[in-house]
């Protein structure tokens, strides 16, 4: 593989669900329950990435129909915290399993508390969705940490007056695989750390949420904006922050090419194919097979060098059939519906990101603008994939406090036009490369 095997693997995206409509804020529970009605069963072993962390990650008692449910937290240990996190809490919830439909499922996450006394009303939140880490248990942020680069990241916001709520999402940590890239997991994943973090910190907390998330975390925060009238309609969701997005539109303005990069390999093997009666290993090639294997055990780093030691250079490496007879058969996790959301939203560019080109992120904006969503496009000079996390921090928190005071953002879709050719990097950028 090439020297940007690892880069490639570290990127993200997000997909594609409608759900049934949920009407009153008192019956939000049990109709969220309803939506995903138990009809299947969820993979769970060593084969579904679970491995074991500590008990904290295994409820066995009975699971709660109310999705948002504080199970247990505990004080975080043994890891390097953000230094201006006060108090930093493991936390354990339920949302509802929106892949295999089984019903109410344990989710992890982590809770930050910012120093000094909270302002009337509490800490406003920030409900931060992650990028791409592994798709195996280990790779669960609440138990290993964050890298440097979000690890700063949240705390600039905890600087800031923020408190952040990060969940692990879907299956990364908890049980059952983590299907990476599905915004109908990721998304209620974050809206249910939201519900969550209220009883973790009673009466330190303001109802009052931003969700900001970057490459797959963007996705998931897209697909949390997408889901929320219905989903969670009692949240007093303000806005969603966006850096570096993967979503695709198929229904919007913008046409693109299938995106086949091999970061997808790990969407496909956990998410799973339309037929559910045609296994993912069996149309593996055996480099695929092999990588996959280190996939279940391993974070980014490890796929990274797997994947350039066995040479998977492209996607079409790790298969056994056809680019064209795979697009068929796989579920297009990436995909979103073209809706209104209600809520404003910030989209936050590299012109040289080369993991997620300018032309698709453009293709997310025209769609979203297309949809008549408030939108507000920044774009960062020289800026790659993981830099404009923190390039677009100013313009992010800037956001944030404006929609706290309850005053309208400006979108600026009619500016909207398509980047040109892909910049060169700032070699002095902040985690250029990470």
């Known amino acids: 593989m090439r020297s940007s095997a690892i880069g490639i693997f570290a990127c993200t995206v997000s997909a594609l669900f409608a759900t049934e409509a949920a009407t009153g804020e008192a019956e939000t529970g049990a109709r969220a329950a309803a939506e995903i009605a138990a009809t299947g069963q969820l993979p769970t072993g060593p084969a579904a990435g679970d491995m074991e962390l500590s008990p904290f990650y295994r409820w066995t008692a009975g ?4 999705p948002g449910h504080l199970l247990r937290k505990e004080p975080v240990s043994g890891q390097q915290e953000p230094a201006s996190a006060s108090q930093t809490l493991r936390i354990l919830y339920t949302s509802m399993d929106a892949r295999w439909r089984s019903g109410p499922i344990p989710v992890s996450g982590t809770l930050y508390l910012p120093a000094g006394t909270p302002p009337a009303g509490g800490w406003p939140v920030i409900a931060w969705g992650h990028g791409t880490l592994g798709i195996a248990d280990v790779c669960a942020p609440s138990w290993t940490g964050f890298k440097p680069r979000d690890a700063a990241y949240i705390n600039r916001w905890l600087d800031a007056g923020f408190a952040v709520v990060a969940t692990d999402y879907q299956g990364l940590g908890g049980p059952g695989p983590h299907p990476y890239l599905y915004w109908q997991a990721e998304g209620r994943s974050i809206l249910d750390s939201v519900r969550a973090v209220s009883a973790a910190a009673p009466g330190l907390l303001s109802s009052h949420v931003v969700i900001a998330g970057q490459s797959q975390g963007a996705g998931a925060a897209l697909g949390a904006a997408l889901l929320l009238r219905e989903y969670a309609p009692e ?7 966006a850096t570096a997005p ?4 198929p229904d919007g303005p913008v046409s693109l090419p299938v995106r086949n990069s091999p970061n997808m390999f790990l969407s496909v093997v956990t998410v799973g194919l339309r037929d559910e009666g045609v296994k993912v290993e069996d149309i593996l090639s055996e480099k695929g097979k092999r990588l996959l294997e280190t996939a279940r055990r391993g974070c980014t780093r490890e796929i990274g060098m797997e994947a350039r030691k066995l040479e998977v250079g492209s996607l079409a490496d790790a298969f056994s059939i056809p680019l064209d007879e795979l697009a068929a058969i796989r579920i297009n996790a990436t995909d979103m519906p073209m809706k209104t959301v209600g809520v404003p939203l910030l989209i936050a560019t590299g012109l040289a990101d080369a993991t997620v080109e300018p ?12 949809a008549d969503n408030e939108v507000i496009w920044r774009r960062y000079e020289g800026l ?10 100013e313009d992010s928190v800037a956001f944030a406090r404006t929609l706290l005071q309850g005053e309208k953002v400006a979108g600026n879709c009619s500016e909207a036009s398509a980047p040109g050719p892909l910049q060169q990097r700032d070699p002095h950028a902040p985690f250029n490369g990470d």
């Open 63 to 66: 699971m709660p129909d109310k």
């Open 235 to 241: 949240l007093r969701i303000l806005g969603i922050v």
């Open 384 to 393: 790659g994939h993981g830099e404009t996390l923190h390039g677009s921090f």
């Open 359 to 370: 032309e698709r992120q453009y293709a997310v904006v025209s769609a979203l603008c297309a």
């Open 246 to 249: 993967n979503s695709t539109f």
